[in-house]
C-alpha cells in the first residue's frame, strides 16, 4: 500500500491551497481516508475524513466550513481543498488510510503518506 501526498506550499492567509493524495495497494471503495497534520511542537491532529463510499465526510471543527475532502474513485486520489487558510493551519499535512469505518484517532490508521508542508504567513 501506498500513499503519496502533494500539493503543499507557502501561502499568504486567507489564501488557498489543494492537497492531494494518490492511493495504490488499497481496496479504495472499502477505506476510510483521512488527513492529518502536525504543527511545529504540537501532536498530530485530525483535520478531515471521507468514508469508503465517498458519501460521507467528517471535519475537524477548527477547519469546518473552510476545508472540503473529496475522493475519486476513478482517479483513486482524495483532495483536500482549503480555503480562508490562516497561520495556525501552518503543519505538515499526511494522509492516512484505514479499512472500514473512519476515526478521527491517528493511532488506527495503518498506512500514512509521507506529508507535505503547508506554510501560511500572516
Known amino acids: 500500500v501506498q500513499l503519496q501526498a502533494s500539493g503543499g506550499g507557502l501561502v499568504q492567509a486567507g489564501g488557498s491551497l489543494r492537497l492531494s493524495c494518490a492511493v495504490s495497494g488499497l481496496t479504495f471503495g472499502n477505506s476510510a481516508i483521512a488527513w492529518f497534520r502536525q504543527g511545529p511542537g504540537k501532536e498530530r491532529e485530525f483535520v478531515a475524513a471521507i468514508s469508503g463510499g465517498g458519501g460521507v465526510t467528517y471535519y475537524a471543527d477548527s477547519v469546518k466550513g473552510r476545508f472540503t475532502i473529496s475522493r475519486d474513485n476513478t482517479k483513486i486520489t482524495v483532495a483536500l481543498q482549503m480555503n480562508s487558510l490562516k497561520p495556525e493551519d501552518t503543519a505538515v499535512y499526511y494522509c492516512?488510510?484505514?479499512?472500514?469505518?473512519?476515526?478521527?484517532?491517528?493511532?488506527?490508521?495503518?498506512?500514512w503518506g509521507q506529508g507535505t508542508l503547508v506554510t501560511v504567513s500572516s
Open positions: 492516512a488510510a484505514k479499512q472500514g469505518y473512519y476515526s478521527r484517532s491517528y493511532q488506527l490508521y495503518a498506512y
